[in-house]
């Protein structure tokens, strides 16, 4: 799951793109609001978080611009100004949540679940493909009574393999979803995890295999009995 996190304090939004990472999501961020709307427009994100007092353009400007160009990812807006009517203005601007500063931290990844539950094409807590099974609340990857505990990048880029099989994805396509457009990764990290998760399968035994299209990208398939 990719979030964009759009917040000009720079300390929380280290520390918040540290936590959602830490939990298994691709975090973008952004400090103003003009490119939280670009982002947002541009990017395939599956949650936005937006900070109500961005400089450029509030919080409330980018998600009534976003709502008009007809993008409807799912967003919570992250705040100090807790008023009632502060409250109803977002939410009757497109928030479909809305979280008071400061906050605690399992509550933030707790209302982030549950913003991205509501998306219409919500993915189960379970993908499930050939003998496999990736359990994204425990981001662990199984085959019968064998797992494997995957970690933050591992766990996102089987993620979306195990959301989408048979599609290939560009190794590009990969670095821009899973590393995000501002990351300093080389594009050899692509590799690094697919060999990682390969040798992952290989443990379990599994028919599954990540197989690569020569100069297009990788994809999920099963392997004929």
């Known amino acids: 799951m990719r979030i964009l996190f759009a917040e000009d304090d720079h300390d929380l939004a280290r520390a918040v793109k540290a936590l959602l990472e830490h939990s298994g ?34 919080g409330i400007a980018v ?25 109803v ?13 400061p906050f605690a931290t399992s509550e933030l990844l707790a209302r982030v679940r549950a913003m991205l539950r509501r998306k219409a094409d919500y993915a189960p807590d379970v993908a499930r493909f050939g003998d496999l099974e990736l359990d994204k609340s425990a981001m662990t990857l199984r085959k019968g009574d064998k797992s494997a505990r995957l970690q933050n990048k591992s766990y996102q880029l089987m993620e979306l393999l195990m959301d989408h099989p048979h599609v290939i994805h560009g190794v590009q396509q990969i670095m ?27 443990e379990l035994d599994s028919r599954v295999e990540i197989r690569a299209t020569r100069g297009v990208g990788y994809s999920l398939e099963e392997r004929k009995q």
């Open 25 to 58: 999501y691709s975090v973008d961020t952004v400090d103003n609001g003009r490119d939280a709307l670009d982002y947002a427009r541009e990017g395939a994100y599956d949650g936005l978080i937006l900070d109500w007092m961005l400089p450029g353009l509030d």
């Open 176 to 202: 821009d979803r899973i590393w995000g457009w501002d990351s300093d990764a080389e594009i050899n990290v692509v590799w690094v995890n697919i060999s990682f998760l390969r040798r992952k399968l290989a």
């Open 63 to 87: 998600l009534e611009g976003l709502r008009r160009a007809g993008v409807s990812t799912p967003c919570m807006m992250l705040t100090a100004r807790d008023a009632v009517e502060d409250r």
């Open 89 to 101: 203005t977002g939410l009757d601007a497109g928030a479909d949540d809305y979280l008071p500063k």
